[in-house]
């Protein structure tokens, strides 16, 4: 009987030490677990910062270039509408224009100048000369 009592001691032994060092690969698991774990956190957080980065820049790219267009925008010389009015007249060439085709083209650019303010101008060129008028019609000036 003590022969089996040691025989179950030394199994006990054994399957302690295998308890042991089966314990140590499990808390090595975890720690690398742990370990890759915080890896992938941070490479997630690097990954959102670069995206967000990413859209950072693309965003500025186009606040940019909307920039750009205004620039441009501005700096296009802006026409007048006494000079609208003449360049109306003078592409009608020989034909002239009526006072009712210059309200026309004036409603088709949406250039927001009323009825009365556009017959007003019409008058006021024709009194400095720009525009001359016969049987109705408007011609460029002498």
């Known amino acids: ?74 700096s296009l010389p802006v026409e007048s509408n006494a000079e609208f009015i003449l360049n109306f007249v003078q592409d009608r060439g020989k034909t002239g224009a009526k006072p009712a085709d210059i309200v026309k083209a004036f409603e088709k650019t949406n250039r927001g100048l009323q009825k009365n303010s556009i017959y007003a101008l019409i008058m006021r060129l024709k009194r400095k000369g720009r525009l001359r008028e016969e049987d109705r019609r408007y011609y460029i000036g002498n």
């Open 1 to 74: 009987m003590s022969q089996l009592v040691e025989e179950l001691k030394k199994h006990l032994r054994n399957n302690k030490a295998q308890l042991i060092e089966t314990n140590e690969i499990i808390q090595k698991a975890k720690s690398r677990l742990v370990e890759l774990s915080d890896r992938r956190a941070n490479y997630l957080l690097t990954l959102i910062a670069e995206l967000n980065a990413e859209e950072l820049f693309d965003e500025v790219r186009k606040l940019e270039q909307e920039e750009n267009l205004l620039t441009i925008d501005i």
